[in-house]
């Protein structure tokens, strides 16, 4: 047996999964679109062949393909079925990392009767039959490296490179920027050493490397070289920070508006804090401008809570400190940091309220009971058109245990 | 009062919106597609057939799903002195506060799978709504509409309104 890593990504994923459900959108272009329904997230790979972009306002991708068919984005059925790929795979292997909601690595043990490339080309025949999903595999020495194969052979490819060789051709045709991890600041960096390729990275000097790109891009230099810098990780690693927020569903000018949003996202915040129960001791309240920079507000807690009335009076003076008068906000951040792990002690700053606690549990009883936000803050209520619609009960930051989006 | 100036009562909105929807080729019965000569209505799209009804074609039709049969019925009235509302569509509120309280109505759902509004072609799940009309010349559909959801007006370059979809929001 061949240990290799495995690697898995789902094909324009959640265009696909609308596709799964309704068959009759397979092959045509189709844009998935996001929060505010005003930018594309994602799109099918008849509808890349005209050139829409992620990210592309739908008023440009419509110019780009008239004939796209718009669809509203539903993450409850993409997180159905992402675990429902995630089940898939855990059968080829007893180890797997949830990296994304459409990608996977795991230990890719190679059977002794298949080769890999046999075996890959079995997970990829395996994920369309189960689940509907066309997804991409690639077996390599390194996750790094079975990642970049695996965008070598998208769409639905399935690719095992296990010599140096083969390594070698492929990484020649990789520019740097395609490593994850490696922005386009980081490659400004490397250009003036000839360094450009993934190729070229693999054979610069390793201390080059580390001075320039610190230990994580000395790390990704050993990927490259085959040896394992990152194992698979079965579990979400313990969240160094939690953050909620978003867009702000349009331009807001006025005070009560943004004050509205910063109540709905701490209580989005504590959701989050209670389901990891952690305690955060700092809180940052970030906002951005429609015409000017963002602008941030920090304050540090006396003691950790996830108290809804701690955290609100916590986030109203940071959001003072982040509230430009007279700017147009667009979006707002909360990130809560220094997160504690319990058990709590109290302290003379952290009195018990029992009246307090009481309340916010059964506000959590009837909202776990009977549905997410069915009891809120008052002070959302401008915003009940957004309450309303089903589809913002659930977002991709809702679906826990991913190491990134 | 004249069923023209009865209509004058109300602020209607005749503005257009969802100006097309589109069926796949496969839903319509053959024999519905030969009696209407659907055939120049047929498009492709990225290779699949569908059928458009648009609000600009004539005849101007719809199709319809009553009594569980699917038949095509003329949509809304492009005559502004006619004895029906100007347009294709009525803001079901309008319904709702009695706009053809004189004449006898009956809600259906317009099957579709897409719908069209100022160029972006957007997904329908089940249906929309519309209402059926009987007047002197028979019956006539209109799409019932709703004031647009911030969504959908983000979709469709600000459209103030939208159909009232079939289990399904937009």
Redesign the interface.
Known sequence: MTALVGFGDADSFYSSA?AVR?P??A???VGV?GN???CVIARSY?MKKFGVKVGEP??DA?KKC???????RDFRWYETLSRRMLAEVSTFSPRVEYYSIDEFFWEGHIPGDHTPQQTAEAVRAHIQRTTGLPMTVAYARTRTLAKLFADTAKPFGAVAVEDSAHEVELLANIPVTEIAGIARRSAIKLEPHGIRTCLDLRNASGLLVQRLLTVTGHDIWRELNGYRATPIRTARTPHKMLARGGSL??RVTDAFTLYGWLVRNVERLIEELQFHEVRPSTLMVSVSYFEDNSAAGVVHLSVPSDRFDILLDAAKHGLRQAWRSGRTATHMHLIASGLRRGPWQQSLFDPPDVKLEALARVKRDINELYGRWKVRSAATLFAN??Y????NEHEVCDIRGKFCF | MCDADRFSNFKLRTREMCTAIALARSELPCELVLKHRLGERVHERAGLAEIRFQWWQVPTLLPVRRDGRLELVPWGSKSRRGPLPYGGWVDRELVADGLFANSCTEEVVIPANLGHQKGTWFLIVEGIKGIVVQSRFGPVVYILTEPASNYYRNMTEQSPMMPVFVNQVI
Do not use: S
């Not at chain 1, 008239?66 to 509203?72: L, M, S």
């Open positions: 609308e309704r009759w959108l092959g045509l272009p679109l505010q329904g005003a008849p739908i008023w419509k008239p004939d796209g068919i718009y669809v509203k569903a349009g058109d957004w309303e619609d089903p589809a």
